[in-house]
């Protein structure tokens, strides 16, 4: 079977002595491997500051946290993407208000964000869902206009980018994961990217018990409630490793989903995305929308090629239950949405058969 994700890793002979090194180097804790992780992060992205968590989910909570998001207040959010968007969310007692989704892309849609808008609202999350940015030029005008910090969870789309320039800095907050099957990961991991040299000395505080590291522990005066969320040295290092190689291995997922861009366009009872302007998506999983979807997905896995949806829309989670919406959009879009593999192991005859296999038919 032709697997729709598969984990990406250095080869034995490069990795291998690296953490071996940092395993027995007597300093496997949060030191300099990781200071150094985050800054050629930092240079990969183009971000101004980027600090390491131990997951995209902590990195989602600092963000909410700095956004001041309190128990009671509204955060506006999608329901299509990865569960741990809106459990983190749920996490800071915050109440979720559903925006439905764009028909073209699956993402958030900036036109209902903005009906959703309250003087509740405290922060906007947006997902750049499948690897595909979201409508990135119409939040910047939202985050500018009512002046709610938008909080971008783009752990799906590492080395996506707009106007030319990576995610990473185009909004206050911008969250990456590197948990196993992400274009990088460090078995598990994430960083949050910041604007605010400010709020980037608040998210380190909040990263470790509200200690500041900078001090002796006599010194310190807990001010603000922390948790235990630093990376450590051995994901790190592996981390370290794994950016050697995420040129070359984005590039792979980029050039296989324009080659589906154009070979899979015209084709009878399937549509492609219509991606927003200026935007490239890093493709971490190729969605089309095909009429009769449960025949799409049955025939090509007969055929040996891993096909699916993947994400359940988070609305349908009993834990979401009180923030109920009406999302016609999201209701048209699940009948037809699916996903083909894409990623950095897809070949030049894979993705020919990927092709073949779909013009004739199902
Ligand atoms: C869209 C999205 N957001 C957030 C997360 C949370 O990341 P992590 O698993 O690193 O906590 C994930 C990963 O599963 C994700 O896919």
């Known amino acids: 079977m032709i697997p729709l994700i598969k984990t990406f890793l250095p080869p034995k002979e490069v990795l291998m002595p690296e953490l071996e090194k940092v395993l027995y180097s007597g300093y496997i804790a949060q030191g300099d491997a990781v200071d150094r992780f985050e800054s050629k992060v930092a240079d990969f992205l183009g971000s101004p500051h980027c600090l390491s968590v131990?997951?995209?989910?902590?990195?989602?909570?600092?963000a909410l946290l700095l956004a001041g998001v309190e128990k009671g207040d509204e955060v506006i959010s999608t329901p299509l993407t990865?569960?741990?968007t809106n459990t983190v969310i749920k996490q800071t007692g915050a109440n979720i208000v559903w925006a439905d989704i764009d028909l073209d892309t699956g993402n958030?849609?900036?036109?209902?964000?903005?009906?959703?808008?309250?003087?509740?609202?405290k922060a906007i999350v947006i997902v750049d869902y499948a690897g595909v940015p979201t409508n990135i030029k119409k939040f910047q005008e939202?985050?500018?206009?009512?002046?709610?910090?938008?909080?971008?969870?783009?752990?799906?789309a590492f080395g996506a980018s707009f106007n030319g320039e990576k995610l990473g800095s185009h909004f206050n907050f911008t969250v990456f994961s590197f948990q196993a099957?992400?274009?990088?990961?460090?078995?598990?991991?994430?960083?949050?990217?910041?604007?605010?040299n400010e709020l980037f000395e608040k998210a380190k505080l909040i990263r470790w018990f509200g200690i500041d590291k900078s001090l002796t522990r006599k010194e310190n005066n807990i001010e603000v409630q922390g948790y235990k969320y630093h990376m450590n040295n051995v994901n790190a290092t592996i981390g370290l490793v794994q950016l050697r190689y995420m040129k070359e291995v984005i590039s792979k997922y980029i050039?296989?989903?324009?080659?589906?861009?154009?070979?899979?366009?015209?084709?009878?009872?399937?549509?492609?995305?219509?991606?927003?302007?200026?935007?490239?998506?890093?493709?971490?999983?190729?969605?089309?929308?095909?009429?009769?979807?449960?025949?799409?997905?049955?025939?090509?896995?007969?055929?040996?090629?891993a096909v699916s949806d993947l994400h359940k829309r988070n609305d349908m989670h009993a834990i979401f239950r009180d923030s109920k919406s009406h999302l016609p959009n999201l209701d048209e879009y699940e009948k037809s949405w699916v996903h083909i593999p894409c990623g950095w192991w897809i070949e030049k005859e894979h993705r020919e058969y990927i092709v073949n296999t779909i013009k004739q038919g199902w």
């Open 255 to 305: 050039e296989n989903g324009k080659y589906y861009d154009q070979w899979l366009a015209d084709i009878p009872r399937l549509e492609l995305l219509d991606y927003y302007e200026k935007t490239e998506p890093s493709y971490w999983l190729y969605t089309v929308k095909v009429e009769d979807k449960p025949s799409f997905i049955r025939v090509l896995n007969e055929k040996g090629i």
């Open 82 to 84: 990865a569960e741990p």
């Open 54 to 62: 131990n997951s995209g989910s902590s990195a989602l909570h600092i």
């Open 142 to 156: 939202i985050e500018n206009k009512y002046n709610i910090p938008i909080i971008e969870d783009a752990a799906h």
């Open 108 to 121: 958030i849609c900036p036109k209902d964000v903005e009906k959703k808008i309250t003087g509740k609202t």
């Open 181 to 196: 099957i992400k274009h990088l990961t460090t078995v598990d991991g994430g960083v949050l990217c910041l604007k605010s």
